[in-house]
């Protein structure tokens, strides 16, 4: 099971913010990041705890490893808004976190 | 451009079947693993089913064992999601997602076919 805290985060364009996703029981660092914007589809931006995708932008960077990972955005753009997920490749059922939403 | 475009769903009652599709191109569709992702209204993603790149090797979650089927025809690059005996639970936008090659995430994801039970 994956946690993710705060349910709801407030913040403003060019805060840096720090999302949490907690794993019940260690997952090495196989944990991915999506943001899914409002009325699109998730897009992958971290995998393996800290691996970037091609072009997903430096200010996101993530780190953690066992049962405690964190996405940093650094400088927070008006893109960067939406509901961020974990998701973990270590165990059947793949599973998702249950999000936690970036707002204005 | 990858992409990922599907089809089929809609509105059904309980009990009911439908068939979901996403034709893949921009990329050797043969190579990867494919799996369905669902969300229900204003709810957190869910991972369905999976599929090897040969479909010969098919993955399901609990609640879609024995009333889901994945299969892929790659001479059409075609996946499909056949769903039975579909409940009011199963009420989603399914997505269709391609394996990232480097590891079991999902790097691009189908538009969503709305299944309304």
């Known amino acids: 099971v994956l946690t993710q805290i705060p349910g709801t985060l407030s913040v403003s364009p060019g805060d840096s913010v720090t999302l949490s996703c907690r794993a019940s029981?260690?997952?090495?660092?196989?944990i991915g990041w999506y943001l899914q914007r409002p009325g699109q589809v998730p897009r992958l931006l971290i995998y393996?705890?800290?691996k970037r995708v091609d072009d997903i932008p430096a200010r996101f960077s993530g780190s953690g490893s066992g049962t405690e990972f964190t996405l940093t955005i650094s400088g927070l753009e008006t893109d960067d808004f939406g509901t961020y997920y974990c998701?973990?490749?270590?165990?059947?059922?793949?599973?998702f976190g249950p999000g936690t939403r970036v707002e204005l | 451009e990858m992409k990922l475009l599907q089809s089929g769903g809609g509105l059904v009652q309980p009990g009911e079947s439908v068939r979901l599709s996403c034709v893949g191109s921009?990329?050797?569709?043969?190579?990867?693993?494919l799996n369905w992702v669902r969300q229900a209204p204003g709810k957190g993603l869910q991972w369905v089913s999976g599929i090897d790149g040969f479909g010969q090797s098919a993955y399901y979650a609990d609640f879609a064992e024995g009333r889901f089927i994945v299969s892929r025809d790659n001479s059409a690059d075609t996946l499909f999601l056949e769903m039975n005996n579909l409940a009011v639970d199963d009420t989603a936008t399914y997505h269709c997602v391609k394996v990232l090659p480097t590891g079991y995430y999902y790097d691009l994801w189908g538009q969503g076919t709305r299944v309304i039970v």
């Open positions: 921009g990329f050797t569709f043969s190579n990867f693993g």
């Open positions: 393996d705890a800290s």
């Open positions: 998701q973990q490749r270590f165990d059947w059922p793949r599973t």
């Open positions: 029981q260690p997952v090495d660092d196989f």
